[in-house]
């Protein structure tokens, strides 16, 4: 209806997964990292989990993995997983086109005769890939019949990969006690969370801009209060940016404004405050409350005291509370580690400026296991915010200095207390500082990988398939650009540095 007047080619707000209109935000990097780091470990990932809020792009996400498999890889999508494990094993046949002449209805017979092709493909070198959707409604018996299909193996390694993508109830469901076997070989969990002010911004103007639309359409107003209603989560911006659009038009106006998205507001959620009026009643009533807490609390309360004595042999600890030192301290332990200037002072949860330390620095989201391949010490974001910097892992514990000094915890306590956010720090060349220049971080790059690969004859026409088999080989994006993600390993690679 709108097209013509605002000079646009197609609707640029539509709700289906569209790939031309994809926005790569860097969360939306990382998942989809995450999934390709599942495939390219060769089989042995066993299962991949990605989870995120309804509307944030988990299907987006997974359909533009499958576009970018690699050509021996052959993948099942089962878009309806609340089946029976029979349904399950006839949904995995069709999907690989594998008859199931003769063995129908018969569950032992299909996993034999899966098992058979599992081996011929990958005597062929290829790999088998089951891709579930909506994850969260699996069946408890289906989810079991799914982990013994990982059991399906070679002395080398397994020939089924699975992944997982679901709502949040699929982190639920996978911590449950009869579930814990499953659970366990889950090698790789990335959590994709809703996008920020700024990416919101660039993901308006991005899908307007590819339908051929003015970057400007959108006021800046009328982006930021898009992003205040809708918090970051993408299909709810195509909603709301839709029925925006459709007021201004109605408006006569060729730009979206303050007072067209409040509209826009006012006729999609008629029964539902808007997240305008609610940001400013929860600070005053949190504020009331702290001051009637103030109030009646008893005046003869004991001061606790926190012991910092660093205690220089770790001890094991079972079932104690994870308690480390405030923000400032741990960013300052993880500086010093570095051989960073004793004066710096961070105490916020995000990366300081690579000016302030002059180092890298990445917020990133993982595992234990991938921390410990990065072989390099880092600051685990707790639950509470709290910053825990990780000294040391085994495939058994993990080492965190805290208030008492070094201690160690399991893994399973360790993420019951850590939703896999961490920080990382790494040594930045000055030529990166602006990483604007490409020539100069390709000059870098050349220069790094000459030194991991021990190949002083390495030439600039081979540094972009370099980069993609290093890439490949340590997880990431294989994408051949050298982005933040991909300076990061290179430099841990190279570089001296302190490790776990």
């Not at 646009?8 to 390709?36: G, M, N, R």
């Not at 994709?192 to 002010?197: H, I």
């Not at 990166?432 to 030439?459: F, G, H, M, R, Y």
């Amino acid at each position: 209806m709108y097209l013509a007047f605002f000079d646009l080619k197609q609707a640029p707000f539509s709700i289906t997964p569209d790939p031309e209109f994809v926005y790569l935000s860097e969360k939306h990097q990382e998942s989809l990292a995450h999934l390709i780091y599942g495939v390219t470990r060769g089989g042995g990932a066993g299962f991949v989990q990605l989870t995120g809020e309804v509307g944030t792009g988990k299907t987006t996400i997974s359909r533009l993995f499958l576009q970018k498999l690699p050509k021996d890889t052959q993948a099942a999508l089962i878009l309806n997983p609340n089946i029976t494990p029979i349904e399950l094993l006839e949904n995995i046949f069709k999907e690989l086109k594998i008859s199931t002449r003769g063995i129908k209805g018969k569950l032992n017979a299909m996993i034999e005769k899966l098992n058979e092709h599992l081996l011929q493909w990958w005597s062929e070198g290829k790999n088998t890939l089951v891709i579930i959707d909506e994850a969260q409604n699996i069946p408890r018996d289906t989810l079991e019949q799914l982990r013994l299909l990982t059991n399906l193996e070679t002395d080398q390694q397994k020939l089924l990969q699975i992944i997982l993508i679901g709502q949040p109830e699929l982190k639920q469901l996978m911590q449950r006690k009869d579930l814990r076997q499953l659970a366990q070989r889950v090698t790789s969990r990335f959590h994709l969370q809703p996008l920020s002010s700024d990416e919101t911004r660039q993901y308006i103007k991005h899908r307007v801009a590819v339908s051929g639309g003015n970057k400007k359409l959108f006021s800046d107003r009328a982006i930021h209060r898009v992003y205040r209603q809708t918090e970051g989560i993408p299909r709810l911006i195509n909603v709301l940016c839709d029925r925006a659009l459709l007021v201004a038009f109605t408006d006569e106006a060729q730009t979206v404004t303050l007072k067209h998205v409040n509209q826009a507001i006012a006729e999609i959620y008629p029964d539902k405050p808007s997240v305008h009026f609610s940001r400013y009643v929860w600070p005053v009533a949190l504020f009331l409350g702290a001051v009637m807490l103030l109030w009646f609390w008893p005046k003869n309360q004991p001061n606790p005291t926190i012991n910092q004595t660093v205690n220089t042999h770790p001890t094991e600890v079972e079932e104690s509370p994870i308690i480390v030192p405030i923000q400032s301290i741990s960013w300052q332990h993880y500086l010093n580690l570095w051989d960073a200037d004793n004066s710096l002072i961070w105490n916020e949860n995000k990366c300081p400026d690579v000016v302030m330390i002059g180092m890298g620095c990445l917020r990133k989201q993982g595992n234990l296991t991938q921390i410990r391949r990065q072989n390099t010490p880092v600051l685990l974001e707790l639950n509470q915010g709290q910053l825990a910097l990780v000294t040391a892992m085994n495939d058994n514990q993990v080492t965190l200095k805290t208030v008492d000094g070094e201690q160690n915890y399991n893994h399973q306590q360790i993420n019951k207390n850590w939703l896999g956010h961490y920080f990382v720090l790494w040594p930045m060349a000055s030529e990166l500082v602006d990483d604007t220049i490409s020539e100069s971080v390709n000059n870098w790059a050349l220069n790094v990988a000459k030194v991991i690969d021990n190949n002083p004859e390495l030439s600039p026409a081979n540094l972009t398939e370099w980069i993609t088999n290093f890439q490949q080989q340590n997880g990431l994006l294989a994408d051949g650009i050298i982005g933040k993600e991909t300076q990061m390993a290179l430099s841990l690679k190279a570089y001296q540095g302190p490790k776990l």
